[in-house]
């Protein structure tokens, strides 16, 4: 599973700096759910390779009230959902009564806790270091979050305490992997009762609650499945027993373990911010991904006329995931995401080959060559597969470091459009041959 690694600090030492630069995220998801504290930002991180989620505990503001009091409790919540901790220090401020007192907090956690001192730069790093070895830690790292010093050898030996798992789970995990998320009430729990109980489902094992989410393997028509739940369905005892609250460390867990993501969402209340954040999580994360418009019953024409033409400018950005509209309630449309599911995953795992990508290269840049850039024109040359789930296109050329972002998204669409790609994001990657 991936580690999930918390930032914690008082205000001003530079986390968000650190978050934005370890997680790239074009938007980081913030919890503002119901049911769940503000202030948390969650994000998807890629450290050469290794993936991890991130939570700032940032959004405190300097001059509240009972600073210390929100600091700790912001951090406590953070540090239970998380792996492992970094307390951001301010070495150009050194060590104050806010953070000691963050330090006594911290103390009786049970994660290891990384000592970082922030801001090393134009101070004398020895005086800034002694300092802070006097809070009893056993290492401090040195860090210019602002320029990316330090921030390597910090996370490689973050880590490196959690080595990337021998899928150990796997012998439990049969089939694809579904994930079916979203954000509270939308009717995940809904989904994935009608899912399991269709008449075409044999569901085999008890599902394993070792993990956040429920593991349920099944077969449907012969094909074998595992439903990540991350709703919790299935660890109910009883029809009574709430379910669990509503975790985004969870749900991005799920995703990140997923081959095909089912997002849903309420046709009845317009599509919100929530669910575009978890949709740009989903694109990001690389993950193939079916659309559930779910409790399309009981509307009107002219309603449902209405919500399409909101969803059709809303979901803009993801138009090449599959929609459906279906009602988890009354089981309409549910079998029909199997044809999408199977589609996504066929499209996530394709098999491509060079010749065919250097050819719709080719094709591509002919009828629409790359800009001119320092009076030389972007060669493009050859493409050739990367990876799979996401598809990854690897092209190789000259000065492919300026091509701006608009030619890439033509390339994507050329790509999409000539592999008759559905419901996975692409990745393009640039490598300069000269
Ligand atoms: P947060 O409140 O802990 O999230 O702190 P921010 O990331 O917002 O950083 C607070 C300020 O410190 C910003 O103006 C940053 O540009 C600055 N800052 C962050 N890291 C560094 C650093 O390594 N060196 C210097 N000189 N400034 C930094
Ligand atoms: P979750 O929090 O995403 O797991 O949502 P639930 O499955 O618990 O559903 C939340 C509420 O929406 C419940 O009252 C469900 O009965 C209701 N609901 C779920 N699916 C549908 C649907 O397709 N149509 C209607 N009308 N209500 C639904």
């Known amino acids: ?54 939570i700032d505990t940032g959004g405190i503001n300097g001059d509240e009230e009972g600073i210390d009091e929100a600091m700790a409790k912001q951090s406590l919540l953070a540090i239970d959902e998380a792996d492992a901790v970094l307390l951001l220090l301010d070495s150009r401020a050194g060590l104050t009564p806010s953070d000691e007192a963050l330090i006594k907090h911290l103390r009786g956690c049970e994660k290891p806790v990384f000592f970082v001192a922030n801001k090393i730069d134009g101070t004398d790093p020895d005086v800034a270091m002694a300092e802070f070895y006097q809070t009893g830690a056993a290492q401090i790292y040195p860090m210019t979050a602002t320029h990316g010093k330090g921030v390597r050898k910090l996370v490689g030996d973050v880590l490196e305490m959690f080595p990337e798992a021998e899928t150990a789970a796997e012998e439990e995990v049969r089939g694809k992997k579904i994930a079916v998320v979203g954000r509270p009430n939308v009717g995940k729990s809904t989904l994935v009762n009608r899912m399991l109980g269709e008449e075409r489902v044999v569901v085999y094992d008890q599902p394993g609650t070792t993990r956040d989410s429920v593991y349920i393997n099944y077969e449907r028509d012969g094909e074998a499945y595992t439903l990540i739940d991350t709703a919790g369905v299935r660890k109910r005892r009883n029809i009574n027993e709430a379910v669990e609250k509503f975790s985004i460390v969870k749900t991005l867990k799920a995703i990140e373990d997923a081959h095909v993501v089912i997002l849903v969402m309420d046709g009845r209340e317009n599509i919100v911010d929530q669910d575009l954040h978890l949709l740009g999580q989903v694109v990001d994360s690389g993950r193939a991904v079916v659309l559930a418009i779910n409790k399309w019953d ?53 098999q491509l080959n060079t010749r065919n990508l250097t050819m719709i290269l080719e094709g591509a840049v002919f009828d629409h060559a790359p800009p001119m850039v320092n009076g030389r024109r972007i060669k493009l040359r050859l493409a050739h597969p990367g990876g799979h789930n996401p598809p990854i296109i690897v092209i190789h050329g000259n000065q492919t470091d300026k091509v701006p972002n608009n030619y890439t998204r033509y390339l994507e669409r050329v790509y999409r459009r000539e592999l008759k790609l559905v419901g996975t994001p692409i990745r393009i990657e640039y490598k300069t041959s000269e």
């Open 1 to 54: 599973m991936v580690p999930v690694i918390a930032l914690v600090g008082r205000p001003n030492v530079g986390k968000s700096t650190l978050f934005n630069r370890l997680t790239k995220s074009r938007d980081a998801l913030v919890a503002n759910f119901p049911g769940l504290t503000r202030d948390r930002k969650y994000g998807d991180a890629d450290f050469e390779g290794r993936r991890f989620i991130l």
């Open 298 to 350: 009981g509307l009107s024409q002219d309603q449902k006329d209405r919500i399409k033409i909101e969803l059709d400018r809303r979901l803009q950005f993801i138009d090449f995931a599959e929609l459906h509209f279906i009602s988890a309630l009354h089981g309409t449309g549910v079998g029909n995401l199997y044809e999408s599911i199977e589609k996504a995953y066929a499209s996530a795992n394709c």
